[in-house]
């Protein structure tokens, strides 16, 4: 509402006027007023759409997660109400049995990533990670009745539960998909600099589908109209108020650069009395994509970012965390040792185990532990390589282990001694951490925590195997050495399960 009269009472100040071409009668003002109520009941709809796309978006997991419960409880009781043809099993706490499939209902979805944000803007994606959740769900909820309840899963209570999830859940993110895609978030930069990259840069990610840039606001006049990185420049800073109105804004991102300069300050303050949100370019990426572009910061970032894992709480709950479930991981996993180191003497000559230098936390360098996957001669000695995806140097029992990462349980013993965490960047060798660190700004910084067996980077990115794969890899690391938390690393570990149920990452 503020933005129509505010574009009215602008409309009204400039005096704007549409003339009539010559020879064409004017409408009625009957025709014309229609002519505005249809186009105001539209541009009602889209704003009404438009607003649902934006606050499925923005909900937060946890209000996913209890939308479906709700959708999978409903569902029981539908079932049990009107399925009398079903009888209902022998189950001494039906309502425990409830608990036990949304909690499994929850855990599947973390694994197969049914609560990422990301999910929202596929179709596909919602009908695949909708089945593989609930499948999941209603396996593990039927092993644990029978194992520890010793009873049986109602048929009632399964295809109630299940239809109703598979009908609501998708439908309800199919509504967001489809908002998202014809109804995008306009977004303004302000600059021309570093922030024009960003619009190159946010052009080439998935996530970006749900916005729609609108333009460049820049200082110089005399750019105004010129079209920089595929967008215009469609005015200067004491017009951002009306672009705003006129494009639709509803994001707007400052450069940095221009961020101390008090007028641009004065007109980012108009644009939120708009009812626009307000970010720098490295706050925009962090929100958006979940990482920290490298090449916007300094090092008041760190100075200034409160980084979750210098707080004393966090770090002591990571550490029994990280020890509890290594030792559980341990005490299941040794029954699979003798079995992997067979396979790997049979497979090729050599050690069973593997050994290598690695930087740790401040560069303390460590022996990492893994099952052999390569012949003891796959690299000259003095000539370290990456590691890539597919590599040929790997032998046929190392592909397998590789795949399913099982090479990797050996790490469980560096997590135990304190070397790794089970979350963290990934630890990589001293020569490539001295290269890298002199070619990409703030890479030693990663080595602020722990190395971790799996990590926000592994499940977002592929295999790194360059300079420019580093420099990803190292953003994605900054944003979690920035935000973690235990939640978070709970996120990673049931994400990292669904990788190996999708054949490694």
Partial sequence: MQRHQYLRNAVSAEGWAIAEPAGIPSASPLTEAAARGVEAVRSGHRSLWALVGRLLWSMPQLAWIILDLLCLWGGIWLGVRFLPWWPWASVPYPLATEAVFGGALIISGMIFGW???????????????????????????????????????????????????????????????WSLRNYPRGLLIIGTGRARQLAVNALKSRLMRNYRIVGFVNGDPDLVGRIRQGYPILGTIDQ?????????????????????????????????????????????????????????????????????????????????????????????????????????????????????????????????????????????????????????????????????????????????????????????????????TREIPFYSERLLIKPGLTGWAQINFRYGASVEDARKKLQLDLYYVKHMSLELDLVIMFRTFGKFFEGGW
């Avoid at 959740?133 to 593990?140: D, M, V």
């Avoid at 709950?317 to 040792?337: E, M």
Wanted: hydrophobic share 45%; net charge neutral.
């Fill in 115 to 177: 609560y990422e944000r990301e999910t929202l803007l596929h179709r596909s994606r919602i009908a695949a990670r909708s089945l593989m959740s609930i499948a999941l769900a209603t396996g593990l909820t039927y092993v644990v009745i029978h194992v520890f309840m010793y009873a049986g899963l109602s048929r009632r209570v399964a295809a109630g539960g299940v239809a109703t999830f598979l009908i609501l859940g998708p439908a309800v993110r199919l509504l967001a998909y």
């Fill in 240 to 436: 951002i108020e009306e672009i705003c109105l006129q494009n639709d804004v509803h994001e707007v991102v400052l450069s940095s650069e221009l961020a101390e300069d008090p007028a641009v300050a004065k007109a980012a303050l108009a644009c939120l009395r708009l009812g626009c949100r307000v970010t720098n370019e490295v706050t925009f990426c962090e929100k958006s994509f979940g990482e920290v572009p490298v090449e916007h910061i300094g090092h008041d970032w760190f100075l200034f970012a409160d980084l979750h894992s210098h707080r004393e709480e966090t770090a002591a709950l990571k550490r029994l965390a990280d020890v509890a479930t290594a030792v559980v991981g341990l005490i299941f996993s040794l029954p699979l040792w003798p079995l992997i180191a067979l396979l790997v003497k049979l497979d090729s000559r050599g050690p069973v185990f593997y050994s290598q230098r690695r930087a740790g936390q401040n560069g303390k360098i460590f022996t990492l532990y893994k099952f052999r996957t390569m012949p003891p001669d796959s690299e000259p000695a003095g000539s370290p390589a990456w590691a890539v995806e597919n590599d040929p140097r790997v032998n046929r029992i190392g592909q397998f282990l590789r795949r399913s990462r099982l090479d990797e349980l050996p790490q469980l013993w560096n997590v135990l001694l304190g070397h790794m965490a089970l979350v963290g960047p990934r630890p990589e060798r001293p020569e490539f951490v001295e290269r890298l």
